[in-house]
């Protein structure tokens, strides 16, 4: 249950400015307002590439600790994504405290609208887990720092997709000498938004596709229109596979499933794949298992956004995701020469990005 007032005790614990200072915030806005029942926290993690471009969740936690916890770390992810892809963007992230069920009003989202708008462009805001467009017309009803509005740059899996099938085929290429995914044993977790743009790329491009999902007309109109093999949601981790692609929930990389998959490399959608980033991170490269980073093949999705804010057309959004083919190729092959899991490379590469345009708060 939210509670309506901040628990102080825990507000002490919280220490928000040592978090702040730990993790290299710019900027964080407690957001409240009685009349409409908005409570919500905007982070504004780095501005140095760019404005802060990082989506609103709403969301029933449980206090106001796991909030803040929450946007301070996806903030601090958005910054590390929008560099990786070499975006004029910094990071930052929103949360709005509350049941997306039963707490929506168009005098919340246009009251949050104004909040947005108090900082003057530092910070963009789109959609997230629990925000629909409509909330975000409200949105941009009180302020124009918002992108991924209707008849705007639409739906970003397309582009997710194309991104995730490109930095599939780069890893490939590291592995093999060619990127080549005929013929290749591919396991995709969810057919969702992404999980169906992506075994539409592969199936063309003549691999042999496993797909589940937990919802069943998603899977049936994936294998009316595709060649794929379908399998119950827990057997998808021992399926004989060249590659795991993730397009469902995070965390599906830990000690449990470890044991089980046996690609030789993990390329998907979903964001956070390692339940624990050193510990799993780790696990893979010593297994052998070339790891995408997740916001390094996913940012399609924020590729796409950008494409809003920069006024550019889709054409150029998918050209853009293309690029991330480069990318992976070049975190893969670093992290095999310096001998370190390639999440950790990914970090390094963004953190020399940002370091050469400016100064990360920390
Ligand atoms: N949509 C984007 O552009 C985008 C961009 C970046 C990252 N992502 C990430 O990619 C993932 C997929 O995004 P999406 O937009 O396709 O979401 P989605 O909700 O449309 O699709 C997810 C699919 O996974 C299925 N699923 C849920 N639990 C499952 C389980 N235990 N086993 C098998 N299937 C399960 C769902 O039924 C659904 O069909 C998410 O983690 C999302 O955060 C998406």
């Known amino acids: 249950m939210v509670s309506n007032t901040i628990d102080i005790s825990r507000s002490t614990e919280l220490d928000i400015m040592a978090k702040m200072?730990?993790?290299?915030?710019?900027?964080?806005?407690?957001?409240?307002?009685?009349?409409?029942?908005?409570?919500?926290?905007?982070?504004?993690?780095?501005?140095?590439?760019?404005?802060?471009?990082?989506?609103?969740?709403?969301?029933?936690?449980?206090?106001?600790?796991?909030a803040l916890r929450d946007v301070l770390r996806l903030s601090r992810g958005m910054t590390y994504k929008n560099a990786i892809s070499n975006l004029a963007l910094g990071g930052g992230k929103a949360v709005i405290i509350g049941d997306s069920h039963s707490m929506k009003s168009e005098a919340l989202f246009r009251r949050f609208g104004?909040?947005?708008?108090?900082?003057?462009?530092?910070?963009?805001?789109?959609?997230?887990?629990?925000?629909?467009?409509?909330?975000?017309?409200?949105?941009?009803?009180?302020?124009?720092?918002?992108?991924?509005?209707?008849?705007?740059?639409?739906?970003?899996?397309?582009?997710?997709?194309?991104?995730?099938?490109?930095?599939?085929?780069?890893?490939?290429?590291?592995?093999?000498g060619s990127d080549s995914l005929a013929g290749k044993k591919v396991s995709v977790q969810g057919v969702g938004h992404v999980g169906q743009y992506l075994v539409r790329f592969l199936?063309?491009?003549?691999?042999?596709?496993?797909?589940?999902?937990?919802?069943?007309?998603?899977?049936?109109?994936?294998?009316?229109?595709?060649?794929?093999?379908?399998?119950?949601p827990d057997e998808i981790y021992d399926v004989p596979m060249d590659?795991?692609?993730?397009?469902?929930?995070?965390?599906?990389?830990?000690?449990?499933?470890?044991?089980?998959?046996?690609?030789?490399?993990?390329?998907?959608?979903?964001?956070?794949?390692?339940?624990?980033?050193?510990?799993?991170?780790?696990?893979?490269?010593?297994?052998?298992?070339?790891?995408?980073?997740d916001f390094a093949i996913n940012a399609g999705g924020v590729i796409n956004c950008f494409s809003e804010v920069s006024g550019n057309s889709l054409e150029w959004s998918k050209k853009k995701a293309e690029e991330i083919y480069d990318t992976v190729e070049t975190i893969l092959r670093r992290a095999l020469q310096e001998n370190l899991p390639s999440f950790q490379i990914a970090n390094l590469m963004a953190e020399e990005i940002i370091k050469a345009k400016g100064t990360l708060n920390q």
């Open 21 to 66: 200072v730990s993790m290299g915030h710019e900027q964080v806005l407690f957001c409240n307002d009685a009349a409409t029942g908005l409570k919500a926290i905007i982070a504004v993690h780095s501005t140095v590439l760019g404005p802060a471009l990082g989506g609103t969740r709403m969301w029933k936690y449980s206090n106001e600790a796991d």
């Open 114 to 176: 104004q909040f947005v708008d108090s900082l003057a462009g530092n910070y963009i805001t789109a959609e997230d887990v629990g925000i629909n467009p409509t909330d975000m017309e409200w949105v941009s009803k009180e302020t124009k720092h918002v992108v991924g509005l209707p008849g705007k740059s639409g739906d970003p899996s397309p582009v997710t997709a194309l991104g995730v099938y490109m930095g599939m085929k780069a890893a490939v290429k590291v592995q093999t």
């Open 203 to 232: 199936t063309q491009e003549g691999a042999h596709v496993t797909v589940t999902d937990i919802h069943e007309a998603s899977l049936n109109a994936m294998v009316k229109e595709c060649d794929v093999k379908v399998v119950k």
């Open 243 to 293: 590659i795991y692609a993730p397009c469902a929930l995070g965390a599906t990389i830990n000690d449990e499933t470890l044991s089980r998959l046996k690609c030789s490399i993990v390329a998907g959608a979903a964001n956070n794949q390692l339940l624990e980033e050193q510990k799993h991170g780790k696990a893979l490269m010593d297994k052998g298992i070339l790891y995408a980073p």
